[in-house]
C-alpha cells in the first residue's frame, strides 16, 4: 500500500527576491532561498542585519511577490493560503480605542463571522494566554508584555495553521520575554500550528526551535539549517541546563562566522544592490 505523501507547511524552491531596474541598480535581498517546514515544526531565523529574515516573512505571507522561484503553502500559492496564516509583527498595532476583547475580535468580524461564534472564540483564545481579567480594558492600561499577549490572542482567535512571528518580542524586558516564550510554545502545543520565526536572540531561538537557519547577507541566503535536539517541553529549567548552553554557544559561533564572513566580503557596496 502506497504511503500518502505529506505536503510540507512550507516548501521554498530557489525563492529570489530582487527590487530595483536594471538602470537604476538592482538589490538582491533574497538568492535560492531552498528550503521546507513540515507541519508543527518551530524554526527561527537568524543572521546579521540586512540579510533578508523580514522579506522572508513577507514573501511566505504573500505580501511581497518573489522575483523567481517557487514558494507552496500547504502546497497552495501564499496568495491562495492566506486564511491558514496569521502574522504578528514587531510592534502590537492594536487599535487604541478598541478594547482588548475588541481587538481580538477584529479578523473574525472582517471574516464575518456570526457574533455568538466569534465571542465564544475570543473568548477562548483569551483564557489562554491569560487575558480574561483585562478583556474589557483598552491598550493604553496595559503593560507592553500583555499588549503583545493581546496580539498573539487576535492572531490566534483565527485557528491559523502557520504563525509567522517578525521579532514580536524584541522590545520586552527579558523576565517578561521569557514568560511569553513559554506561553508560546504551551500554546503551539495545543493548537497544533507551525510557526517561522524572527529574532535578534540566539538564546531566544534555541528556546523556542526545532531547528534554526541562519542567514548570510549580500544577497540573504541560506548559510546554516541547524536542528535544535533539546526536548520538548522546555521550561525555564531548560535554560538553566548545560546542553542548553552549549547549543547557544554551537549556534552563536555559527552567527559570528557568518557575520565575519559578511564583513571580509565587503565592498563598500550597500548591501544587496548590484550594478546593472
Given amino acids: 500500500m502506497n504511503t500518502p505523501l505529506i505536503v510540507p507547511a512550507i516548501a521554498l524552491d530557489q525563492a529570489t527576491k530582487r527590487y530595483g ?3 537604476a541598480g538592482i538589490a538582491t535581498i533574497l538568492e535560492s532561498i531552498t528550503t521546507q517546514v513540515q507541519r508543527r515544526e518551530f524554526v527561527s531565523i537568524i543572521g546579521p542585519s540586512g540579510c533578508g529574515k523580514s522579506t522572508l516573512l513577507k514573501i511566505v505571507a504573500g505580501l511581497s511577490p518573489i522575483t523567481s522561484g517557487s514558494i507552496a503553502i500547504h502546497g497552495m500559492t501564499p496568495q491562495k493560503a492566506r486564511e491558514l496564516i496569521s502574522f504578528i509583527f514587531q510592534d502590537a498595532t492594536l487599535l487604541p480605542w478598541r478594547t482588548v476583547r475588541q481587538n481580538v475580535v477584529l479578523g473574525l468580524e472582517l471574516d464575518g463571522m456570526a457574533r455568538e461564534t466569534r465571542n465564544a472564540k475570543v473568548d477562548t483564545v483569551l483564557s489562554l494566554v491569560g487575558l ?120 552563536s559561533r555559527a552567527l559570528r562566522s557568518v557575520s565575519i564572513n559578511s564583513e571580509s566580503k565587503g565592498d563598500g557596496q550597500e548591501i544587496g544592490v548590484y550594478p546593472a
Fill in 132 to 251: 480574561s481579567h483585562v478583556a474589557d480594558s483598552f491598550p493604553r492600561q496595559l503593560s507592553g508584555g500583555m499588549k503583545m499577549r493581546v496580539s498573539i490572542a487576535r492572531a490566534l482567535a483565527t485557528r491559523p495553521q502557520i504563525l509567522l512571528l517578525d521579532e514580536p518580542f524584541a522590545a520586552l524586558d527579558e523576565m517578561t520575554r521569557d514568560r511569553i516564550n513559554e506561553e508560546l510554545l504551551r500554546l503551539r502545543e495545543e493548537q497544533n500550528w507551525t510557526a517561522l520565526f524572527v529574532t535578534h536572540s540566539v538564546a531566544e531561538a534555541v528556546f523556542l526551535s526545532t531547528r534554526i537557519l541562519i542567514l548570510a547577507p549580500n544577497p540573504g541566503r541560506i548559510a546554516h539549517d541547524l536542528p535544535i535536539e533539546l526536548p520538548f517541553p522546555r521550561t525555564e529549567s531548560t535554560r538553566r541546563s548545560s546542553a542548553f548552553d552549549r547549543t547557544v554557544s554551537e549556534v
Fill in 21 to 23: 531596474i536594471a538602470k
